[in-house]
């Protein structure tokens, strides 16, 4: 059975860092772009970043942009996000999903595989 599983959240101030991890199981994530998503309570999911099959192309919502780098290592079968500066706002559940097209994008209904989330709070 193809699983994703994302990990690595947790709890840190405004302005620090944590890196999450998006691993499959059944299946080679290098022959899927690979998005990340978040939701936050009583607010719809969004689109965080994404990157292709190659890993030549992501893309990223405005609000990361420069504080967020999305990367996938091929030997790991791992893609990762890495976010610094975080604040308040970044505070959500975070989702790791892969998508059967070679181009970065957010559009959430070309996803085909979901994984369960893991929680970032970000609070003093």
């Known amino acids: 059975q193809s699983q994703l599983v994302a990990s690595g959240g947790g709890l840190v101030q405004p302005g620090g860092s944590l890196r999450l991890s998006c691993t499959t199981s059944?299946?080679?994530?290098?022959?899927?772009?690979i998005g990340w998503f978040r939701q936050a309570p009583g607010k719809e999911r969004e689109g965080v970043s994404s990157?292709?099959?190659?890993?030549?192309?992501?893309v990223y919502v405005d609000s990361v942009k420069g504080r967020f780098t999305i990367s996938r290592d091929s030997a790991e079968n791992t893609v990762y996000l890495q976010m610094n500066s975080l604040k308040p706002e970044d505070t959500a559940v975070y989702y790791c999903?892969?998508?059967?097209?070679?181009?970065?994008?957010?559009?959430?209904?070309?996803?085909?595989?979901w994984g369960r989330g893991t929680q970032v709070t970000v609070s003093s």
């Open positions: 990157i292709s099959t190659g890993g030549d192309s992501t």
């Open positions: 999903a892969a998508s059967n097209t070679d181009y970065a994008h957010l559009a959430p209904q070309d996803y085909d595989y």
């Open positions: 059944g299946f080679n994530v290098g022959y899927f772009t």
